[in-house]
């Protein structure tokens, strides 16, 4: 949740993809649908790797071992973003339309993705986790301040 300490660092590559990362990766997949969720990194289980996984309706379930954007656009997109790590918070984003990412799947297999719309989004949500930041970190100072009093009421009723 929101104020872990893990949450706020940076995490670290994943230097062997194995039958254990693939598990992990398959586990997070499990975690995030059970949350109802659309992303999920690593740092939001406790675990400050450079994994996240994705799976936007209708689509098929993505694993990122460390992932990387490589290009994006210069056009932006609006879009009102929450968290699982923030439950029942939400605000609306400015982020680059579309992304080119390179990662490792879960078989250790190097691909790049060009991503646009709701799963370039995601994408960029869940790897700004891997950086320590949070959706909440891309707005006005006076709106984070705003929100997060909101979640510490939440958190403490």
């Not at 056009?75 to 929450?82: P, S």
């Amino acid at each position: 949740m929101y104020g872990d300490e893990v949450l706020q660092g940076t995490a670290a590559p994943v230097r062997v993809i194995d039958a254990a990362a693939a598990k992990l990766a398959r586990d997070m997949l499990d975690t995030m649908r059970a949350g109802k969720g659309i992303g999920l990194a690593a740092p939001q289980v406790g675990l400050a790797k450079r994994l996240f996984v994705v799976q936007i309706a209708g689509d098929v379930p993505r694993v990122f071992f460390n992932a990387k954007i490589v290009q994006q656009s210069e056009e932006t997109a609006k879009y009102e973003e929450g968290c699982m790590s923030l439950p029942g918070i939400y605000a609306d984003v400015v982020r680059p339309a579309a992304v080119r990412v390179h990662a490792w799947n879960e078989k250790g297999r190097a691909f790049t993705l060009d991503a646009e719309g709701l799963l370039a989004r995601v994408i960029q949500h869940e790897l700004d986790h891997l950086h320590g930041l949070m959706f909440i970190d891309h707005l006005p100072q006076p709106k984070r301040k705003r929100i997060l009093k909101v979640w510490e009421e939440k958190f403490r009723a």
